[in-house]
């Protein structure tokens, strides 16, 4: 039993691996299965209209479907609408159609979907649109059950701006629900969908009545003719309840009761409404057309400014009256880029065509405004309002020929550019003008600062060469001094030994005997002047004293200073008496002997200070001397006395 069940455990675990084998064997052709349907999947070339690579599918009509396309120039998106030609039977559908696409392509503004090219075979038609990336107003509004009023305020704002356009262009859309308006990336409002509009002439009036019924105005569902714009003034207050209340004024099943309603007019507010929105609710959905508020009574209203208009409402182009703005950075863009000639260029954009040209032209410039770049065909810068203002951009300037206003334009180009040009060429000649003018002005500076520096060297030089002429004149001047103090001293020395010879003489002359004599020294600048002397001789003191005849008086001061002088002598002579007084008597012999050697003393002192004062003789040294000998003599009377 024990093999029997060993054998038999074998073949079990055999028969397992057996079929794990096989269910993994199974898995792995069922992989390359799917790998290789992949990549055939991707083998198959993508669907392609035109320039445009087909993408998936975004909604459904009546006569076809809406997908999304890509440019394959620019890599930028757009809604593509194709329409089977085969369900559209009937002339009135066919007309209708014909009406769709020959509005949408006279629509130039920034609240309403652009149209950029059409394509067409034998099967379909393909109308190549602006891709709206956004939700349906409708959806908007269910997910936030409803809008505030400020919220409301600019997307009605919006909506009024592109029924003003719609009412210029005279095209009634007939058909405005938050099913037809959309959002964008930037939530702004498009209207879509120009199936049920139709145009009319100035005063025309319509009587089709279409439409959803719930925004169908009371005029059209009575059945009396009507004015488009008034019909989508309507429909405009119809969505305004909806964006603020969450819900529609006007609702029934039945589609009878539901008309009287409508026609009645009778609708209820909610109590969180201010009273301007309720105000201006009952105005606009008033069923009286002659008495409801106009586009401009609207744009007065208070509500509707509580946020500036200016931001939110453009003015948009009016195809049969404008030429078209041209972006030269884009045109330029084409040409350099993706190889398109620039006359077609301008060419398909005056006569307003939608083809592959003008769809890329447009497309680079939605490109442009989503990045943020400047550009005059942004139907909301300022640069389009002001191209809008300007005359000469009117069909009306050129009588409306096409031809001319091509030739006009190539020709006003041509003229900016070499006005551009001479504006270049003015500038490069300025600039070089400025440059020599620098050059010339640089040129003067370094002139100016080398005369300035040679003229400091040139008084450099000059200092020293008077320095040096100043120190050779220095050197003559205390040369000649010198020279003169030699001079002196040896008129000095005459003088000394006439005075000895006078006093040898001096037994023989009588009492106060007076000379004269006469010099002559030259002064400082080369005069020659007369000093007369006189000479003196007292037999009592011994002194010889010399006056001038001019200077014969000293001043107070010197006679002050003189007079303390002979004060202090006396005090020291008085000093001396009593020391000496003290002391003991010798001989008179010896007395004597020291007066005599004292007298003799004091004579050779008055010959030394005789010496000194008779050097020179100008007036200066007259006052030391007169000083001295004033001195001397005060002295010898104080010997004379003791």
């Given amino acids: 039993m024990k093999i029997h069940e060993n054998i038999y455990h074998e073949i079990f675990n055999n028969n397992i691996t057996l079929k794990k084998r096989s269910l993994s064997f199974t898995k792995l052709m069922d992989n390359k299965y799917s790998l290789n349907l992949k990549i055939k999947q991707n083998l198959n070339p993508e669907k392609k209209i035109g320039n445009y690579i087909l993408g998936k599918k975004l909604g459904q009509g009546t006569f076809g479907i809406v997908v999304l396309g890509k440019h394959e120039i620019t890599g930028e998106s757009v809604a593509i609408k194709i329409l ?40 379909e038609l393909f109308l190549i649109m602006e891709y709206i990336s956004g939700k349906e107003l409708f959806d908007y509004i269910i997910n936030k059950r409803h809008l505030d009023e400020l919220e409301s305020c600019k997307f009605y704002q919006q909506i009024i701006s592109g029924i003003e356009y719609l009412g210029k262009t005279k095209v009634a859309h007939r058909d405005l629900k938050p099913e037809n308006l959309l959002l964008d990336s930037k939530k702004n409002i498009k209207i879509v969908d120009f199936g049920l509009s139709n145009t009319y002439f100035q005063n025309e009036l319509l009587s089709t009545a279409c439409g959803s019924p719930c925004y169908a105005a009371p005029e059209m569902l009575s059945g009396e003719k009507y004015n488009g714009i008034n019909i989508d003034i309507w429909s405009s207050g119809i969505v305004l309840y909806a964006m603020l209340c969450g819900y529609l004024p006007f609702e029934d099943n039945d589609n009878p009761k539901l008309y009287k309603k409508i026609i009645k007019g009778v609708f209820e507010t909610p109590e969180f409404l201010s009273s301007n929105a309720v105000d201006l609710l009952h105005r606009i959905l008033n069923v009286d057309p002659k008495k409801r508020y106009t586009i401009a009574q609207i744009k007065e209203h208070p509500w509707f400014n509580q946020i500036n208009p200016k931001i939110n409402m453009s003015e948009g182009l009016l195809i049969d009256n404008y030429i078209i703005p041209f972006d030269e950075e884009i045109i330029n863009k084409m040409v350099n880029e993706y190889s398109y000639n620039e006359q077609q260029i301008k060419v398909n954009l005056l006569f307003n065509k939608h083809n592959h040209i003008t769809a890329t032209y447009f497309l680079i410039l939605k490109k442009f405004i989503r990045i943020g770049k400047k550009s005059i065909g942004d139907m909301t810068s300022q640069l389009f309002i002001d191209y809008i203002n300007d005359q000469k951009n009117l069909f009306s300037s050129y009588d409306y020929d096409l031809n001319y206003i091509i030739v006009e334009r190539i020709l006003n180009k041509k003229n900016t550019e070499n006005n551009e040009n001479l504006n270049k060429k003015d500038g490069m000649e300025k600039e070089k003008e400025k440059e020599e003018e620098k050059n010339k002005e640089n040129i003067f500076k370094n002139e100016v600062e080398n005369e300035k520096e040679l003229k400091k060297k040139e008084n450099k030089e000059e200092n020293e060469n008077e320095n040096d002429v100043k120190l050779n004149e220095e050197d003559t001047i205390k040369s000649k001094r010198n020279s003169k103090y030699k001079h002196n001293n040896v008129n000095s020395i005459n ?91 010798h001989n008179s012999n010896s007395i004597n002997k020291n007066k005599v050697s004292s007298t003799n003393k004091k004579n050779k002192n008055n010959t030394l200070s005789q010496k000194y004062f008779y050097s020179t003789f100008t007036e200066n040294n007259l006052r030391n001397l007169n000083k001295t000998n004033e001195d001397s003599s005060s002295i010898e009377q104080n010997n004379q006395k003791k």
Avoid: A, C, P
Wanted: hydrophobic share 25%; aromatic share 4%; no cysteine.
């Fill in 84 to 123: 089977d030609k085969e369900k559209i039977v009937r002339e009135s559908d066919k007309t209708r159609l014909e009406r769709e696409i020959r509005i949408m392509k006279i629509m130039y503004h920034n609240n309403i979907v652009h149209l950029y090219q059409v394509i067409e075979n034998s099967k």
């Fill in 495 to 585: 003088n000394i030994n006439n005075i000895h010879n006078i006093k040898k003489e001096y037994n023989t002359i009588e009492k106060d005997k007076v000379y004269e004599t006469l010099e002559i020294e030259k002064n400082n600048s080369g005069q020659k002047i007369k000093i007369k002397e006189r000479i003196t001789f007292n037999k009592k003191n011994n002194n010889i004293m010399t006056l001038t005849e001019n200077k014969e008086k000293v001043s107070k001061k010197e006679s002050l200073k003189s007079n303390l002088n002979k004060k202090k002598l006396k005090s020291t002579r008085e000093n001396n008496i009593n020391s000496n007084l003290n002391i003991h008597h």
